[in-house]
């Protein structure tokens, strides 16, 4: 498997456009992660879901960030409209029996 | 609400030492413990996992164990070498039935030659 796939790795764009996060987990695990890492912060989770289902979202910080899984090879995270302060590297990972596994990560910068 | 604690924050040694990383989680009630490398501007690498019965996983130079009751655990690094230097993070997911990761905010590692 080629682990988790993220894209794009880089994402520059204005303040208030919207911005869409993409992921492919690995073939088979049944949780999928959304993670936010800053230097201020560290790894922060965001929202996961277990068999496509959203379980806890209660890491989102507004309601301009969503997430979506609608199959079991992909996932969303929307934010809408962006601003600077979301600025960040935002990882994907999915687990099966407890083991994480990260993609590469998007890097984030709203100007 | 579990909280994880890595020390220290960061470490600079001379290449070929030995060196210990700790840490430390608030409720025993783990699935497992997860010990991650993290290089600059990259994601995540998973180095070792260590089930809630186990009390270490070896990987080469890295060996970590776990004591649940005490709700720590240590990352061993023998001979290090100059690419070692990175972030090392561990994680703890919770032994409720989810999966959700509580991460340290990480020990940063540097070995010079």
């Known amino acids: 498997d080629a682990g988790v796939i993220q894209s794009p790795r880089h994402e520059v764009t204005e303040m208030g456009q919207e911005v869409t996060l993409r992921c492919k987990p690995i073939s088979g695990h049944d949780y999928l992660f959304w993670y936010r890492q800053t230097m201020m912060r560290g790894l922060e989770l965001l929202i996961y879901f277990n068999n496509n289902v959203p379980i806890d979202d209660s890491g989102m910080p507004e309601d301009r960030f969503s997430a979506k899984m609608p199959n079991a090879s992909f996932s969303t995270l929307k934010i809408q409209p962006s601003e600077p302060r979301d600025s960040a590297v935002y990882f994907c990972?999915?687990?099966?029996?407890?083991?994480?596994?990260f993609g590469q990560g998007t890097r984030l910068t709203v100007v | 609400k579990q909280e994880v604690t890595q020390i220290p924050a960061a470490l600079s040694v001379p290449e070929g030492e030995n060196l210990v990383l700790n840490c430390s989680f608030t409720?025993?009630?783990?699935?497992?413990l997860q010990w991650f490398r993290q290089d600059p501007g990259k994601g995540l690498t998973s180095l070792l996992l260590i089930q809630s019965s186990q009390r270490e996983q070896t990987s080469g130079r890295l060996n970590a164990s776990l004591d649940k009751s005490s709700g720590r655990s240590t990352l061993y690094i023998a001979a290090s070498q100059p690419g070692d230097s990175a972030t090392y993070l561990c994680a703890v997911p919770m032994n409720s039935g989810y999966s959700t990761l509580t991460f340290g905010k990480g020990t940063m590692l540097l070995v010079s030659p």
């Open positions: 990972a999915s687990s099966f029996e407890g083991e994480a596994f």
């Open positions: 409720d025993s009630a783990i699935y497992n």
